[in-house]
């Protein structure tokens, strides 16, 4: 794991789920997914958009790379999760399925993305036709 998501996830825990470094706020989660190589169990903060339902969607962007990040590949091959999520006493545990979404409904996912921050606007470009995938995370 890189120092940055190691800071990170420090901070996040440290402030009950509320991560200032790079205006993250409350909508990081810390994802907690099985590695599809290793089978070990791996932890990456990412920006998580809470869903009227009460689901979240990720975007698996790695930053506008050229591939996607591993939790992504994991997710695939085991789309049965976890979560540390900010609640209301602090960080919270939830389990959650991952749902690879497609189509328009990728596409609409990808707009609350792209409306959220400029960054992501700018990972779209920088993946150079790369369809960055969006994931819904439901709990089990």
Do not use: C
């Not at 409350?26 to 869903?51: C, F, M, Y």
């Not at 707009?111 to 969006?134: D, N």
Request: hydrophobic residues 40%.
């Amino acid at each position: 794991m890189s120092d940055f998501n190691t800071r990170i996830i420090e901070e996040f825990r440290a402030n009950g789920g509320t991560v200032s470094t790079a205006g993250f706020g409350s909508d990081l989660v810390i994802l907690h997914s099985v590695g599809a190589k290793s089978g070990a169990v791996r932890e990456s903060p990412v920006l998580a958009l809470r869903q009227p339902d009460g689901s979240w969607f990720i975007a698996a962007s790695k930053a506008g790379a050229p591939d996607n990040p591993a939790w992504y590949h994991n997710l695939v091959h085991t789309p049965e999760a976890s979560l540390e999520v900010p609640g209301d006493t602090g960080v919270e545990r939830v389990d959650v399925v991952a749902e690879v979404l497609a189509g328009a409904e990728r596409d609409a996912a990808w707009a609350q993305f792209t409306e959220r921050s400029e960054g992501f606007r700018q990972y779209e470009e920088r993946a150079a036709g790369r369809v960055i995938p969006v994931v819904r995370l439901t709990r089990r």
